[in-house]
C-alpha cells in the first residue's frame, strides 16, 4: 500500500506511462479483490444470522392523533349502509370550505370515472373573494347537485324523466328525457347541465365508435362505456345522454358497489364527506350535527343534502 501511494504522487507525464501506470494500478486492485474473497467467506459464515432473504413485516401506519382516516371511516359508514334496505338509507354529502384549497381533483376526478364531455361539469369548484381590501381572501365552493328532498327539478318535467329515489338520490332517466330544459332552468344551484354532443377535438360530426383516433376522430375515452346510474351507455352518434339534461347522481353505480363517489375518494385535503344520515354512528351524522353546519339556499324549501361546515 506504502508503494503504491509513492508511485501515485509521482505520475507519469507522458500519455504511454499515463496508460501503462493505470494499467498497473488495475492489476493490482483485481488481485486485491480476488485475495478478500475467501476472507469475506469465513466471515459470512461465522455470522449468527444465516445468508438468505429476510422477511420484513409492513409498519402499522398509526393515524394522525389516535383517530382512524377518514375514508376508512367512511368506507365502514357504507358497508352498514348497503346493508339495509334503500329506502332506509340517507345519502348526504359534507363539505368542509376550510379544507378546500381549491385544486379540482374532485372535478377532474368526476370527469374521468364518468367521460364528461366538454361543456359537462357535474362538480364545478366555484371560487369566491371575501373581505374588504386590502384584507381579502379567497374561498373555495365546490357545488355538485344537492341533490335536494324537495326538488324543484322534478314537478317541472313534461315526461317525468327525472325522479328521486328512495334514498334521496335525484335521478334522470335519458330515454325518456327529450331535452326541453326546463329542469335546468328550475334548478336554483345551476347543477343541471345540457349535453350539446362535443368533442375535445372540436368537431362537428357524430362521435362513433369507427372514429379515426387523432385530430380527425374521436379519442377512445370519448366511445367508451360510461356506467352512470348503473347502467352502461356509450354516448355515440345522436344518442343519449347527448340532448338530454345532465347532472351529478352521486356516483351511484359507486354506491351500489359499496364503493364512495370518486369525488370523496379523491379529495387530497380530506375536505368531502359522504355516508348515510339515518346512520346515527356514521361520520357524515356526527358533522351535519355541527354548528357550524350550512346548506346553500336554505329559505328556498329545497332541503338540499348537501351540507357545509364554514
Given at each position: 500500500?506504502?508503494?503504491?501511494?509513492e508511485?501515485?504522487?509521482?505520475?507519469?507525464?507522458?500519455?504511454?506511462d499515463?496508460?501503462?501506470?493505470?494499467?498497473?494500478?488495475?492489476?493490482?486492485?483485481?488481485?486485491?479483490?480476488?485475495?478478500?474473497?475467501?476472507?469475506?467467506?469465513?466471515?459470512?459464515?461465522t455470522?449468527?444470522?444465516?445468508?438468505?432473504?429476510?422477511?420484513i413485516?409492513?409498519?402499522?401506519?398509526?393515524?394522525?392523533?389516535g383517530k382512524?382516516d377518514?375514508?376508512?371511516r367512511m368506507?365502514?359508514?357504507?358497508?352498514?349502509?348497503m346493508?339495509?334496505?334503500?329506502?332506509?338509507?340517507?345519502?348526504?354529502?359534507?363539505?368542509?370550505?376550510?379544507?378546500?384549497?381549491g385544486?379540482?381533483?374532485?372535478?377532474?376526478?368526476c370527469?374521468?370515472?364518468?367521460?364528461?364531455?366538454?361543456?359537462v361539469?357535474?362538480?364545478?369548484?366555484?371560487?369566491?373573494?371575501?373581505g374588504v381590501?386590502?384584507?381579502?381572501?379567497?374561498?373555495?365552493?365546490?357545488?355538485?347537485?344537492?341533490?335536494?328532498?324537495?326538488?324543484?327539478?322534478?314537478?317541472?318535467?313534461?315526461?317525468?324523466?327525472t325522479?328521486?329515489?328512495?334514498?334521496?338520490?335525484?335521478?334522470?332517466?335519458?330515454?325518456?328525457c327529450?331535452?326541453?330544459?326546463y329542469?335546468?332552468?328550475?334548478?336554483?344551484?345551476?347543477?343541471?347541465?345540457?349535453?350539446?354532443?362535443?368533442?375535445?377535438?372540436?368537431?362537428?360530426?357524430?362521435?362513433?365508435?369507427?372514429?379515426?383516433?387523432?385530430?380527425?376522430g374521436?379519442?377512445?375515452?370519448?366511445?367508451a362505456?360510461?356506467?352512470?346510474?348503473?347502467?352502461?351507455?356509450?354516448?355515440?352518434g345522436?344518442?343519449?345522454?347527448?340532448g338530454?339534461?345532465?347532472?351529478?347522481?352521486?356516483?351511484?353505480?359507486?354506491?351500489?358497489?359499496?364503493?364512495?363517489?370518486?369525488c370523496?375518494?379523491?379529495?387530497?385535503?380530506?375536505?368531502?364527506y359522504?355516508?348515510?344520515?339515518?346512520?346515527?354512528?356514521?361520520?357524515?351524522?356526527?358533522?351535519i350535527?355541527?354548528?357550524?353546519?350550512?346548506?346553500?339556499?336554505?329559505?328556498?324549501?329545497?332541503?338540499?343534502?348537501?351540507?357545509?361546515?364554514q
Amino acid at each position: 500500500m506504502n508503494k503504491t501511494i509513492e508511485e501515485a504522487k509521482a505520475i507519469p507525464e507522458t500519455n504511454t506511462d499515463r496508460r501503462n501506470f493505470l494499467r498497473s494500478l488495475a492489476g493490482m486492485a483485481g488481485v486485491a479483490a480476488v485475495a478478500a474473497v475467501p476472507v469475506a467467506k469465513k466471515a459470512a459464515e461465522t455470522q449468527s444470522i444465516p445468508l438468505k432473504l429476510i422477511q420484513i413485516d409492513a409498519p402499522t401506519i398509526t393515524p394522525v392523533g389516535g383517530k382512524l382516516d377518514p375514508l376508512e371511516r367512511m368506507r365502514g359508514d357504507m358497508a352498514r349502509a348497503m346493508a339495509k334496505p334503500q329506502d332506509q338509507r340517507r345519502w348526504v354529502m359534507v363539505i368542509d370550505l376550510r379544507k378546500c384549497v381549491g385544486c379540482n381533483a374532485c372535478t377532474i376526478s368526476c370527469i374521468a370515472e364518468n367521460h364528461l364531455p366538454p361543456g359537462v361539469v357535474y362538480r364545478p369548484v366555484l371560487e369566491e373573494e371575501i373581505g374588504v381590501f386590502p384584507n381579502v381572501s379567497k374561498r373555495f365552493l365546490p357545488r355538485p347537485c344537492m341533490q335536494c328532498d324537495n326538488p324543484p327539478c322534478v314537478p317541472v318535467c313534461p315526461v317525468n324523466a327525472t325522479w328521486k329515489r328512495s334514498d334521496g338520490i335525484v335521478e334522470i332517466d335519458y330515454d325518456k328525457c327529450i331535452g326541453c330544459r326546463y329542469c335546468i332552468t328550475a334548478c336554483p344551484y345551476n347543477a343541471r347541465v345540457f349535453d350539446k354532443g362535443l368533442k375535445y377535438n372540436g368537431m362537428s360530426e357524430p362521435v362513433t365508435a369507427v372514429s379515426l383516433v387523432g385530430t380527425n376522430g374521436a379519442e377512445p375515452y370519448e366511445v367508451a362505456a360510461a356506467h352512470e346510474y348503473g347502467e352502461e351507455r356509450v354516448r355515440e352518434g345522436n344518442s343519449s345522454p347527448i340532448g338530454n339534461a345532465r347532472k351529478c347522481h352521486f356516483c351511484l353505480h359507486r354506491l351500489e358497489k359499496g364503493m364512495l363517489p370518486a369525488c370523496t375518494t379523491t379529495c387530497i385535503g380530506r375536505a368531502t364527506y359522504f355516508g348515510d344520515a339515518n346512520d346515527p354512528e356514521s361520520l357524515v351524522s356526527e358533522l351535519i350535527a355541527s354548528p357550524n353546519v350550512m346548506r346553500l339556499k336554505e329559505e328556498l324549501g329545497t332541503q338540499p343534502k348537501v351540507y357545509y361546515l364554514q
